[in-house]
């Protein structure tokens, strides 16, 4: 299990890295509009055992993985995207200075 976890966790870091290399033109440029996107993703994860156990509450197979590659994953990608745009507005901040 926490081998998935960790999988998981590097999966969703390496896809969010990749989304903002090659989409970079399309991260948010204000601070404000970044600090909404790290509450929302918060929130979002907050949620995702809830989702999860609805989705997976039959149990089978086919439920899992919709609610792994469907649910945990893009949350978790949505996470760390969003710390990366984060990190670097605090970073052009502090270069400002």
Known sequence: MQGLVL???AAAGV????????????????LRTVVMHVAA?????KLTPQLLHIVVSDSSQL???VGL???VLPVLTYV?????????????ALRLR
């Open 63 to 65: 439920s899992k993985l």
């Open 69 to 71: 590659f469907g649910i």
């Open 41 to 45: 993703s918060l929130c979002a994860m």
């Open 15 to 30: 896809i969010a890295l990749w989304l903002e290399t090659r989409f970079e033109a399309r991260t948010p440029e204000a």
């Open 7 to 9: 999988t998981f966790a």
């Open 80 to 92: 760390f995207l969003s710390s990366i745009w984060l990190i670097k507005q605090m970073q052009s």
